[in-house]
């Protein structure tokens, strides 16, 4: 299997790339453009089998230097390729299936496919500029993903807010880039090597606080997050299910390939762990003040990644670099079941009173498993960062944690429930049978997985094991019913809460601006001032050719 990887690996690679890309140029040519968009859901299939490959064998790389672009695709990378993949290919096909004659659909198709290519392609990037190219790739396209379908007031204000959130990330870490490349004595651009150096780097600290500013607002970390809960509400469904399921992990491979994890940082390290608890906590809370069941799986993927947060925190702190496969694989489940969740709510709004009650059952098994259900992906991904939360604070913390992901996941069962019948609309059967096949898959593509981490399937039959991951659901589930039965006591808190109060400052600054405009024209209006800005621009140019 390793000769296989390392002799059809690299094609694969490159073509993991090229075939998005591929299929948006034939979308261009309208001879094409309907074949291209039958042929959109299978561009992520060579993505698929070099993850399988690389999970079967050995990692393996390609060069392009034609390009200056390099590709490397290891264990972690591979899960999360794997599960990105999939779902990619099952939301492609509930998309396609959608109504006819929606409005731009060629805007969306573009955005969909490029979006595509960056999510796909952050998993195997192996340099900074390849990095940067992709991970643009999916944060700036999927603004039309959010904000194309119908033009509102609030769609418009859900894209904007994530454009905002997206460019303040990415130019934090276009920063923090240009410090890992300084810090690096060789010059290289690798990945492997600028991490490599970050430990005895000068820019050391200051590098690491961007990579987790510039991640964190793209997995929402709080107090980063408030964009996810407007730009998943926005987004039509099979939007909403590869952003939440599969784009937003770009943060988290960020994480995993730039952290130092191997050199101890404790600071830093203990920082991201209780942030990253913070975030777990903050919404679950807020997602119970919720009613829309998209909202509520907002809230419960900014839960979900500030566990993730929190097991790569206290993997930098311990330097254990065992943590990136074991959060990749805690990660790539997340990835395929979100993914199955949001698909559920377009699915549930079309069965019906009469079959409401199995899709139900699905959402709750889909659900529960993000608490750490026994005989789901979910246990197994507690497994996977089990011992990242071994014993202290920590342990309490995570099993306090999957509580609070029941009773989220339970209200959102509830809410999901009492969806209006006016919102209730016929759908095709290729919508609900891509439904199911990418719940069934979020079932069954863990436990092939689990090995890859070295994960032992007989142990997660034990009744000690069953118990652990069994009692912390008990109290979620009394918790969830406790809410129900006050009435669903939570106050109404508006979706993406603290960008309500960010926009109320903006809004109050404004006068400030128009304050410095009047300041800048009145100075222009100074015969000198031309003359002084340039003497001045001069001097910095002097200062820094002498400084070089």
Not at 100 to 124: D, E, K, Q, Y
Not at 363 to 384: D, F, I, Q, R, V
Not at 394 to 418: C, E, I, P
Request: glycine letters at 10%.
């Amino acid at each position: 299997m390793n000769a296989l990887a390392q002799a059809f690996g690299p094609a694969l690679l490159v073509a993991t790339m090229a075939a998005p890309l591929v299929v948006l140029a034939a979308s261009m040519w309208p001879g094409a453009r309907s074949l291209a968009r039958a042929m959109a859901p299978l561009a992520p299939l060579l993505a698929l089998a070099a993850a399988i490959l690389a999970l079967a064998g050995a990692p393996f790389g390609a060069e392009l230097p034609s390009l200056r672009m390099s590709f490397c695709l290891d264990r972690p990378g591979a899960m999360l390729l794997l599960a990105a993949a999939l779902v990619w290919i099952v939301s492609g096909v509930f998309a396609l299936a959608g109504p006819p004659g929606r409005p731009n659909a060629g805007r969306f198709a573009v955005s969909w496919l490029l979006t595509m290519t960056g999510s796909l392609g952050v998993f195997i990037a192996a340099d900074l500029l390849t990095f940067y190219l992709v991970y643009a790739l999916v944060s700036v396209p999927a603004y039309y993903l959010i904000a194309h379908d119908d033009g509102s007031a609030g769609s418009r204000r859900a894209g904007g807010v994530y454009m905002a959130f997206a460019l303040l990330g990415e130019a934090a870490l276009l920063i923090a880039f240009v410090l890992l490349a300084t810090g690096e004595p060789g010059g290289s651009l690798s990945i492997r090597d600028v991490v490599a150096a970050l430990p005895s780097s000068p820019w050391r600290d200051a590098a690491v606080g961007l990579l987790v500013v510039g991640f964190g607002m793209k997995i929402a970390l709080v107090p980063m997050h408030g964009w996810m809960p407007l730009s998943y509400a926005a987004a039509p469904i099979p939007a909403a299910a590869v952003l939440s399921g599969a784009a937003v992990k770009a943060g988290v491979i960020g994480l995993i390939r730039f952290l130092p994890l191997g050199a101890a940082m404790s600071g830093w390290g203990e920082a991201l762990a209780w942030a990253g608890f913070a975030s777990a906590f903050y919404g679950v809370a807020i997602g119970l003040a919720q009613k829309d069941p998209k909202t509520v799986l907002a809230y419960s993927s900014i839960s979900q990644m500030g566990v993730i947060a929190a097991a790569l925190g206290l993997g930098l702190a311990s330097g254990d670099q065992t943590a990136a496969p074991d959060v990749a694989f805690y990660a790539a489940n997340h990835t395929l079941v979100k993914a199955a969740l949001f698909l559920t709510i377009g699915a549930v709004a079309a069965l019906g009173e009469q079959r409401l009650l199995p899709g139900l059952i699905v959402a709750a098994l889909l659900g529960l498993s993000l608490g750490g259900l026994p005989l789901t992906g979910g246990e197994l991904a507690k497994l996977a960062v089990k011992d990242a939360f071994a014993d202290g604070a920590a342990k309490w913390a995570s099993q306090a944690s999957a509580a609070a992901s029941t009773a989220l996941m339970l209200h959102f069962v509830f809410r999901l429930a009492r969806t209006p019948r006016a919102e209730r609309a016929s759908a095709s059967p290729e919508r609900l049978w891509s439904w199911l096949v990418l719940a069934a898959l979020s079932m069954l593509v863990p436990w092939l997985m689990f090995p890859a981490i070295g994960g032992s399937l007989a142990d997660t039959v034990a009744a000690g094991t069953l118990w652990d991951a069994l009692w912390p659901m008990l109290i979620g589930a009394a918790l969830a019913g406790a809410f129900w039965a006050m009435g669903e006591p939570a106050p109404r808190i508006p979706p993406g809460d603290i960008v309500v109060a960010e926009e109320a400052a903006f809004r109050g600054l404004a006068p400030l601006g128009a304050l410095a405009e009047r300041i800048d024209w009145t100075f222009r209006q100074w015969p000198a001032a031309g003359l002084s800005l340039l003497t001045i621009a001069l001097a910095l140019a002097a200062a820094g050719f002498a400084s070089r």
